[in-house]
Each structure stands twice: as structure tokens, then as C-alpha cells.
């Protein structure tokens, strides 16, 4: 069983809907949660991090995460077409390595 | 402000060839550095990564090796390349110590033909 579990979609949404991108983890030992977003031939760049259960809020991006579920979401409000790029969620325990999963490939259509 | 460089972009190599992938960041001092590989469909494999000069900690035992011969300069090599190697390969730093924050570089497309 793979540590981290992500759908890797693609989801195909139209222009200025709510998306809700997902992962599930199995080791309780994760304490930080992180989204990155990767554009296609770039390498990723982080969009929010989140350390407690609850919801985190950037602009159009909301962060849940429910430690009693072993599960964290991502939330799109009013997506755009710019938005169409694949979204890894990633862990940590403590230290200084990350464990990502297999990323959820987003497609925005206008 | 901080910027990390790789190169080559794209790089086609015969199987038993060697590699060397360079990975240089600018604008910050001591930072950890990492070597993640991403196959098409699959989540980043970390591979290497370094707390300092010297300092390597492999991750997954395979073909491929890393070095770390100034601060800001972390290589990823190998003898003599397999048809598994291929891959997108990522360079990452952060700052020293532990962080949720890292940045990559713009990665380097590695095909064994």
C-alpha cells in the first residue's frame, strides 16, 4: 500500500466551477500537508501548506484536512482555464523529506 | 531573490552510456538539495538529497549516484544508464533544516533509448 493515494484523474471541469481535488495517507506519523502545482514540462511549485486539522484559505484556494480520516483536500473556487495543470499533494513527518502522490491531473475548459 | 538552474532541459542517451545531470542554485547559502525523479503517470521518487557539502543520503538503491561538490551544486550521475532511468528529473532546494517549502528547478527530460 502506497503511503500517499491520489486520484490521478484527469478531471475535467468547465470554466468557473468548484473543483475538489483529494488524497489519502496511511501513515498517521504526517504532520504537514502541502499542495503543489505542476504545469506541463515544469517542475512544481507550492501553493499552500497546512499544519492542523481544518480548512486554510488563499484567495481562490482552500486547504481541508481531517486527521481523523487520514484525508486532505484541495478546493477551486470560480476555476479558469489557467488552472488546468496537474495538482500533487505532498507529506511530511518530521525532518526534511517529502512524500508525494501521483498527482491529479486538472483540465478547466472555457 | 533565489533561482535554481538545471541542465540539460531534454537529454536522449543509448542504454551503458553515462550521465551527468547539473543542478546550481543562486541566491541563498547552505541549503538542502534534493534529486527527485517523476515517471509519466507517477508521484516525485525522491532519489538524493543533501544537507551539505559532501553529504549525500540516498534514498532508493539503484543505478544512479549524486555529489555534492560545492553549496550550491548537486549532481546526479551514473555509470552506465538503463531503459528504467528515463524520467523527468527534478532538482529541489530548501532551506537548512526542516521545511515544508521546496522549490524546484525547471527539470531535465532523460530518455534511454
Known amino acids: 500500500q502506497k503511503e500517499v493515494e491520489q486520484d490521478p484523474g484527469p478531471l475535467s471541469v468547465p470554466e468557473g466551477a468548484i473543483v475538489s481535488l483529494n488524497c489519502t495517507y496511511s501513515?498517521?506519523?504526517?504532520?504537514?500537508f502541502m499542495w503543489y502545482r505542476q504545469y506541463s514540462r515544469k517542475g512544481p511549485e507550492l501553493l499552500m501548506y497546512t499544519y492542523s486539522s481544518g480548512n486554510k484559505e488563499d484567495g481562490r484556494f482552500t486547504a481541508q484536512v481531517d486527521k481523523s480520516s487520514k484525508y486532505i483536500s484541495l478546493f477551486i473556487r470560480d476555476s479558469q482555464p489557467s488552472d488546468s495543470a496537474t495538482y500533487l499533494c505532498?507529506?511530511?513527518?518530521?525532518?526534511?523529506?517529502?512524500?508525494f502522490g501521483a498527482g491529479t491531473i486538472l483540465r478547466v475548459k472555457s | 531573490s533565489q533561482t535554481i538552474h538545471q541542465w540539460p532541459a531534454t537529454l536522449v542517451q543509448p542504454v551503458g552510456s553515462p550521465l551527468s545531470l547539473e543542478c546550481t542554485v543562486e541566491g541563498t547559502s547552505n541549503p538542502n538539495l534534493y534529486w527527485y525523479r517523476q515517471a509519466a503517470g507517477r508521484g516525485l521518487q525522491l532519489l538524493f538529497y543533501?544537507?551539505?557539502?559532501?553529504?549525500i543520503s540516498s534514498e532508493v538503491p539503484q543505478n544512479l549516484s549524486a555529489s555534492r561538490p560545492q553549496d550550491r551544486q548537486f549532481i546526479l550521475s551514473s555509470k552506465k544508464l538503463l531503459l528504467s532511468d528515463s524520467g523527468f528529473y527534478l532538482c529541489a532546494w530548501s532551506v537548512l533544516g526542516d521545511s515544508n517549502e521546496q522549490y524546484f528547478g525547471p527539470g531535465t527530460r532523460l530518455t534511454v533509448t
Open positions: 505532498a507529506m511530511r513527518k518530521s525532518g526534511n523529506k517529502l512524500v
Open positions: 543533501s544537507v551539505g557539502i559532501g553529504q
Open positions: 501513515n498517521s506519523a504526517f504532520q504537514y
